[in-house]
């Protein structure tokens, strides 16, 4: 499913992971993200909006931008997250508009989930 590209907007993630079957279990499992493999070395996964890639390298030390996904349950999403074998680094905290919390994924990034205030 293609989506219409907008201009000046992020378009696409890419991660270096150091396992990229394992990579796309943890985020299979969490988020239920899908996958189109192009070799060995690289995949590309969808979210079902957005999709961006896993690329086997060297992983590098965490940092650089937050990338912050979205969810309807928190709650949900933070026992997918541990039972995926991701690692709470915030527990839930509330913040103008919503709430979210952090985790660490099995290659360490750190990502969060955030959902609005109800």
Not at 22 to 29: C, D, I
Not at 55 to 78: H, M, N, Q, R
Request: hydrophobic fraction near 35%; charge should be negative; proline fraction near 5%.
């Amino acid at each position: 499913m293609a989506h219409p590209r907008k201009d000046r907007s992020i378009n696409y993630v890419e991660f270096t992971v150091a396992d990229i079957d394992k990579a796309k279990r943890f985020y299979g499992e969490a988020f239920g993200w899908t996958y189109t493999d192009y070799g060995p070395t690289y995949c590309e996964f969808s979210d079902g909006h957005m999709t961006g890639g896993f690329e086997v390298g060297e992983v590098t030390s965490a940092g650089g931008p937050l990338v912050i996904l979205y969810g309807d349950d928190l709650a949900e999403i933070e026992a997918a997250v541990v039972k995926a074998g991701g690692r709470i680094t915030k527990p839930v905290f509330d913040f103008p508009g919503g709430r979210r919390f952090h985790f660490q994924d099995p290659d360490g990034y750190e990502l969060a989930v955030w959902s609005a205030a109800t």
